[in-house]
């Protein structure tokens, strides 16, 4: 094939996932909702996958904190190989149940915490394991799988099926299912953070200003929520630790007081 008619089958093929996301909307939905009961709660979201799903745990969980202002412990991705895996592929690592049995217990797993497994074959041994050992701690748990029928799906408290169908690269689940994957956590932990109530209208207010580029985004949220100008949102912020809460607070009480006055 040459390399247009390449390109044209896989977009072709990746049609197949926002099907399969869409078959899944009622148990993404539900799986949100758990997701942000437990964060209200105190718990953690703790992700478990191997290989590519593990790295796609890893960036999801990675994103929240600076997205949504929240501590870096209460999304948690648990990946087979651990730290090495998250740049390099460690295939072995998959394979041992034990690591994330006891993964989970130095982390001292709480009935607060949900785990949810991603697998695309859904009987990857690392995270069955740790979806069954969490189950008997009486965590409430949650399987995402590519595959109808899988161990992961059977075993968990709450099943996802996200069927993309055969690879077009065969065996190569960084395509389709990679993809379905992604997706699917992005559903799961945006709900969980919208219900938490970590978002205003479709505005992330509790964003980390970590650079200029995310100082400039608060200045805009600011501007889009208050009366004031790019300007005074930027001295604003750089008065009030550059939280857009506090000065939407601050704005707010000035234009309540020149009501009343």
């Not at 008619?5 to 990746?14: A, G, K, P, R, Y």
């Not at 109530?197 to 970590?210: F, P, R, S, Y």
Request: charged share 25%; aromatic share 4%.
């Amino acid at each position: 094939m040459s390399a247009i008619d390449i390109v044209h089958l896989m977009n072709d093929e990746e049609s197949a996932v926002l099907r399969a996301l869409h078959a899944a909307e009622a148990p993404l939905a539900f799986a949100g909702e758990k997701a942000a009961e437990a964060f209200q709660a105190g718990g953690r979201i703790i992700y478990v996958g191997a290989g590519t799903s593990g790295r796609i745990a890893t960036a999801d969980a990675a994103e929240m904190p600076p997205t949504f202002g929240i501590e870096s412990n209460r999304f948690v991705a648990l990946i087979a190989g651990g730290t090495t895996a998250k740049d390099r592929s460690v295939e072995d690592a998959e394979d041992d149940r034990h690591a994330s049995i006891a993964a989970l217990n130095e982390m001292r797993l709480s009935r607060k915490d949900i785990v949810i497994g991603i697998a695309a074959s859904g009987s990857t041994p690392f995270v069955v394991s740790a979806v069954h050992h969490a189950q008997q701690k009486g965590v409430w748990t949650c399987g995402i799988a590519n595959n109808r029928g899988a161990p992961l799906l059977q075993i968990a408290d709450h099943a996802i099926l996200l069927d993309t169908g055969p690879e077009v690269l065969t065996g190569s689940t960084r395509l389709k299912a990679g993809t379905a994957q992604k997706l699917a956590l992005n559903r799961i932990s945006t709900v969980a953070m919208v219900l938490s109530g970590k978002v205003i209208e479709n505005l992330m207010v509790d964003v980390k200003a970590k650079n200029q580029k995310l100082k400039d985004r608060c200045a805009r949220i600011v501007c889009e929520l208050t009366p004031v100008t790019k300007d005074e949102a930027l001295e604003l912020l750089e008065a009030n630790h550059w939280s857009i809460r506090e000065v939407i607070s601050v704005v707010r009480e000035a234009e309540l007081s020149r009501a009343v006055g």
